[in-house]
Nanobody
């Protein structure tokens, strides 16, 4: 099961790095992604990365502030978030895709981890 961590409370303009560990190594050859969901809103695509890290994709207006990466040795997915804004407040979840590429559609993902709360204060 995927395990997301690293969330917390941060002031606007601050940074956080989320991690997603995969102890069972079920996604080492799969694309992986981050999604978020704020209260009362639909789940939103944040970022995705291909199996070898060669391709990345970001949600609207997030590229430049967010950076997705992965360490295949430790089978860990990361999301670096800079210049955080109050509208970034949400539960962030990681997921492993069925394929090896980058995907923005949640239906492309097979395994989902429990989320981690990110709260950005103004």
């Amino acid at each position: 099961q995927l395990q997301a961590s690293g969330g917390g409370l941060v002031q606007a303009g601050g940074s956080l790095r989320l991690s997603c560990a995969n102890p069972r190594r079920t996604s080492s050859n799969n694309g992986m992604g981050w999604f978020r969901q704020a209260p009362g809103k639909e789940r939103e695509f944040v970022a995705a990365i291909s199996w070898n890290g060669g391709l990345t994709k970001y949600g609207d207006s997030l590229e430049g502030r967010f950076t997705v990466s992965r360490d295949r040795t430790s089978n860990t997915l990361y999301l670096r978030m800079d210049n955080l804004k109050p509208e970034d407040t949400a539960v962030y979840s990681c997921a492993a895709a069925l394929g090896s590429g980058v995907y923005a559609d949640p239906v492309a993902y097979r395994y989902w981890g429990l989320g981690t709360q990110v709260t950005v204060s103004s």
